[in-house]
Each structure stands twice: as structure tokens, then as C-alpha cells.
């Protein structure tokens, strides 16, 4: 009985190895599967980073081009008076026809959102104003704009450059 005992475990034996090979291949199979998902979705991923890096670099270079479209009637206003002047000789008429571009280009910056900010007579905004020069003057109360020096702007509630501006200080004490 010894070796019918020793056949008998051998054949467990072998069968539960048998067994567990068939496993170990079923799991290699699915280790490879989940293996070649993987490297796709690494190359899906990574093509669409670059899909979305290009079109954010192409957001960046086109965006402007719908302002610029706005500006082209003013390029044209600004080369029409040109040679106009330079057929005429009418100073007059250039200048007018100047400042009738100027209010256009005003006009196109404003419904696109840029806005001057108000400074003169006004009470000093860090977030708006920089100082470029402090007058000693009692005209104006402490810390008023007296004067601006540039105009500042801003594009909607952002402020695309500050105004450079003089404010007042109490003068100063001479003993």
C-alpha cells in the first residue's frame, strides 16, 4: 500500500502543480493584457498632453487675432491719411482725420474692454497708482493724486499698467 499511497500523492501532488502552472500562465496572460492597456493608455496620454499643448500654444498665438481684426479699419484710417497728406499737403485735414482714427482706436479698445484709470484729484490706490514723486502742498488733503505723469489702464477688472502719478504730503516742518 506504501507505493499506491506514494502513486496517489504523487498524482495530488502533480495535479495541484498542474494546477497552479495553468494558474500561474492564466495570470500571466492577464498580467500581459493589463500590461499592453497600460502602454496604450500611456500613449493615448501622452498624445493627448501634446494635443492639448498645441492647442494651447495655438490659443495663445490666434487669440489676439479677433482685436487685431477690430484694427485693421484703424490701420487702413491711419495709411488713407497718410496719403492723403501726402497728396494735399493739408495739415489741417491730417490732424482731423488723426483724431478721427484716435477716437476709432479708442472706441475698439474700450468695447474690448480697456478702460484709463482715473487718477487726478483722486486718493492714492497702490493696486492702481505708482508714485513717481511726492509734492509737499497743502491744496490737496495728504496722499491725493496731484498730477499724473502716464496714464494707466486696465483691461476689464485687471489692471494692464498702473498710472504713474505725483501725490500730495503735508509740507514738511523748517525750524
Same mark, same amino acid.
Given at each position: 500500500?506504501?507505493?499506491?499511497?506514494? #502513486?496517489?500523492?504523487?498524482?495530488?501532488?502533480?495535479?495541484?502543480?498542474?494546477?497552479?502552472?495553468?494558474?500561474?500562465?492564466?495570470?500571466?496572460?492577464?498580467? *500581459?493584457? %493589463?500590461?499592453?492597456?497600460?502602454?496604450?493608455? $500611456?500613449?493615448?496620454?501622452? #498624445?493627448?498632453? $501634446?494635443?492639448?499643448?498645441?492647442?494651447? +500654444?495655438? %490659443?495663445?498665438?490666434? *487669440? #489676439?487675432?479677433? /482685436?487685431?481684426? $477690430?484694427? /485693421?479699419?484703424?490701420?487702413?484710417?491711419?495709411?488713407?491719411?497718410?496719403?492723403?497728406?501726402?497728396?494735399?499737403?493739408?495739415? !489741417?485735414?491730417?490732424?482731423?482725420?488723426?483724431?478721427?482714427? %484716435?477716437?476709432? +482706436? !479708442?472706441?475698439?479698445?474700450?468695447?474690448?474692454?480697456?478702460?484709463?484709470?482715473?487718477?487726478?484729484?483722486?486718493?492714492?490706490?497702490?493696486?492702481?497708482?505708482?508714485?513717481?514723486?511726492?509734492?509737499?502742498? !497743502?491744496?490737496?488733503?495728504? #496722499?491725493?493724486?496731484?498730477?499724473?505723469? !502716464?496714464?494707466? %489702464?486696465?483691461?476689464?477688472?485687471?489692471? /494692464?499698467?498702473?498710472? +504713474?502719478? $505725483?501725490? *500730495?504730503?503735508?509740507? *514738511?516742518?523748517?525750524?
Amino acid at each position: 500500500m506504501k507505493t499506491e499511497e506514494r #502513486n496517489e500523492t504523487v498524482k495530488k501532488i502533480t495535479g495541484a502543480i498542474e494546477g497552479l502552472f495553468k494558474e500561474l500562465e492564466e495570470k500571466n496572460a492577464l498580467c *500581459s493584457e %493589463y500590461l499592453e492597456h497600460l502602454v496604450r493608455i $500611456k500613449a493615448e496620454f501622452e #498624445n493627448y498632453k $501634446k494635443r492639448v499643448e498645441k492647442e494651447r +500654444l495655438d %490659443y495663445i498665438k490666434y *487669440s #489676439n487675432a479677433e /482685436l487685431i481684426l $477690430k484694427l /485693421l479699419p484703424v490701420i487702413e484710417g491711419f495709411k488713407r491719411g497718410i496719403d492723403s497728406t501726402r497728396n494735399t499737403g493739408n495739415i !489741417q485735414d491730417f490732424v482731423r482725420g488723426m483724431e478721427m482714427i %484716435y477716437r476709432e +482706436l !479708442q472706441d475698439v479698445l474700450k468695447r474690448n474692454g480697456l478702460t484709463e484709470i482715473e487718477a487726478e484729484g483722486r486718493p492714492f490706490d497702490p493696486h492702481l497708482h505708482e508714485v513717481v514723486e511726492y509734492v509737499e502742498t !497743502q491744496d490737496f488733503p495728504e #496722499n491725493t493724486v496731484v498730477e499724473e505723469v !502716464q496714464t494707466g %489702464y486696465m483691461v476689464y477688472d485687471r489692471v /494692464l499698467r498702473p498710472a +504713474l502719478v $505725483k501725490i *500730495s504730503r503735508k509740507p *514738511s516742518e523748517k525750524k
